[in-house]
C-alpha cells in the first residue's frame, strides 16, 4: 500500500470513529509560528501555562526524531445548550465557556487518537506516533492551520468552513511520510467584530493575544483578580466565549455530533451560592470531569464571588461574611470583602469594618479598604 492509499484509509477510518475533521502536514519547522512566540514573548503576552521551549513547540523532530509528518484532528462542540437554566434573583448562576461543557475534550480527544494510531500500527506494524491534545509542546491551532483543518481568526481562533470555530483541535506526530494537504485560502478580510468585542482589548494587532489580558485565561490564576478585570469578568466562571460568539462565521453554528460533550446545564450553568461553602471534595465529585476544573475549586469561587459581585446578590451578603472572616486562604478572604463592599448593604459594612480589626494580612486589608469604598459611591 503506498502512502496515499494509507492516507485514505486513514480518512475514511477517522470517519467512522467520529473525528470530524482529519488534515496532514508535514513535519517541518512551525517558522511564522516561533517568530510569533518570540515577539508574545518580548512583550511579555504568554499566558504562563505554555509547555516546553519555543523550538520544542515549533520543531516537530525534537519531539519524535523520525517524524515525517502530522495528523490534525477536530471534533465539533455544541454551542446551545437545551433546557438552560435561568438565574433568578435569589439564586444566580454563573457560566462555563463551552470548551468545558460536557466530559473533558482532552479525554475525549486522546481516546480517539489512540485508535486512530493503533489502527495505523494495524497497518503499518513499525509505525510511531506521538500523540497530543491542548497540553502538548506543539500548538494545536498552528498544526491545523497548515493541515488544511481551517484559517486562523484574528480572534487567535482556528475558523473551519464547516464547524465555525466550535472545535477541539489535537494532533498526531508519526513516521509516515503521509502527502499533506494545502492550507485553507480564506481570511477575516475587514472585519474585526472580534477585536472590538473583547471585554479587556486582549486581541492586539489582529490575530495575537495577550493572554495577561484575556479573561479565558485570567479565570484560570489563582490569586487576586486584578481590578481592572473584576467589573468585565461579568458572571464567568471559567473562560470566555464572547470573541467566538460574535464572530460571523459562528453563525448558526451548533453541533450535536458528540454525545461525551453535551452538556449537563448544572455544571456549565451552575448556581453562585453553593460555591462559597464546598469542600475540595465536594467540587471534586461534581465538576471532576469537565476541562473547566482543572484547576481546582480556588479560581472558580473566586470568580463565583466576582459574579455575585456583578449581580449585587444581597442574598449571598451572610455566607461571604462568613468567607470573609474564616477562610483560610487570603485571596478568598480578601475577594470576599471586596465583593461583599460591591453589595454594599449596611449588615456587610459592618461586617468589614468588624472584620478589619481581626485581620493581619496587608493585602487582605487592603481589598477591605476597597469594600468600604463603595460606601461613598
Ligand atoms: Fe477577549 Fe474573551 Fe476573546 Fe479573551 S476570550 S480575547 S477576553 S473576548
Ligand atoms: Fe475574523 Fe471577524 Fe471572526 Fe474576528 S469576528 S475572527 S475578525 S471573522
Not at 491542548?134 to 491545523?144: F, N, P, Q
Amino acid at each position: 500500500m503506498n502512502v496515499e492509499e494509507l492516507k485514505q484509509k486513514v480518512i475514511a477510518y477517522s470517519k467512522e470513529i467520529g473525528i470530524d475533521k482529519i488534515g496532514f502536514t508535514t513535519a517541518d519547522v512551525f517558522g511564522e509560528l516561533k517568530e510569533r512566540l518570540r515577539r508574545q514573548e518580548e512583550l511579555q503576552y504568554q499566558s504562563g501555562f505554555e509547555k516546553g521551549t519555543i523550538e520544542e513547540r515549533t520543531e516537530p523532530r525534537r519531539l519524535l526524531p523520525e517524524a515525517q509528518s502530522i495528523i490534525a484532528i477536530a471534533l465539533a462542540y455544541p454551542t446551545r445548550m437545551k433546557n438552560a437554566p435561568r438565574g433568578t434573583k435569589e439564586e444566580r448562576r454563573g457560566i462555563f465557556c463551552r470548551a468545558s461543557w460536557g466530559t473533558d475534550y482532552h479525554v475525549v480527544l486522546r481516546e480517539r487518537l489512540k485508535k486512530l494510531s493503533d489502527y495505523i500500527k494495524e497497518l503499518v506494524p513499525d509505525a510511531i506516533t506521538k500523540e497530543m491534545v491542548d497540553t502538548g509542546e506543539l500548538s494545536d491551532r498552528a498544526v491545523a492551520e497548515r493541515a488544511g483543518i481551517g484559517f486562523s481568526g484574528k480572534n487567535c481562533s482556528i475558523i473551519t468552513p464547516e464547524f465555525g470555530s466550535f472545535v477541539y483541535l489535537g494532533e498526531m506526530i508519526t513516521n509516515i511520510p503521509f502527502p499533506p494537504d494545502s492550507p485553507i485560502e480564506d481570511s477575516c478580510g475587514d472585519c474585526r467584530k472580534c477585536i472590538d468585542a473583547c471585554p479587556t482589548g486582549a486581541l492586539v494587532q489582529g490575530g495575537q493575544l495577550n493572554a495577561q489580558r484575556c479573561l479565558a485565561f485570567l479565570t484560570q490564576t489563582k490569586s487576586f483578580l486584578a481590578d481592572e478585570f473584576r467589573v468585565e469578568l461579568g458572571n464567568r466562571l471559567y473562560g470566555c466565549d464572547t470573541c467566538q460568539q460574535v464572530c460571523p462565521r459562528n453563525k448558526q453554528i451548533d453541533f450535536h455530533h458528540h454525545p461525551e460533550f453535551e452538556p449537563d446545564p448544572e455544571l456549565a450553568k451552575p448556581k453562585l451560592k453553593p460555591f462559597l461553602k464546598m469542600s475540595n471534595r465536594e467540587f471534586k465529585e461534581k465538576f471532576g470531569e469537565v476541562s473547566g476544573s482543572w484547576r481546582g475549586k480556588k479560581p472558580i469561587q473566586r470568580n463565583a464571588m466576582i459574579a455575585l459581585a456583578h449581580f449585587k446578590d444581597k442574598t449571598a451578603v451572610n455566607d461571604l461574611i462568613d468567607v470573609m472572616k474564616h477562610d483560610v486562604r487570603p485571596d478568598i478572604r480578601g475577594t470576599a470583602a471586596w465583593t461583599l463592599g460591591k453589595i454594599g448593604t449596611e449588615d456587610a459594612f459592618v461586617a468589614i469594618e468588624m472584620a478589619m480589626e481581626k485581620e493581619t494580612d496587608p493585602q487582605v486589608l487592603y481589598e477591605m479598604e476597597k469594600g468600604l469604598q463603595f460606601q461613598n459611591v
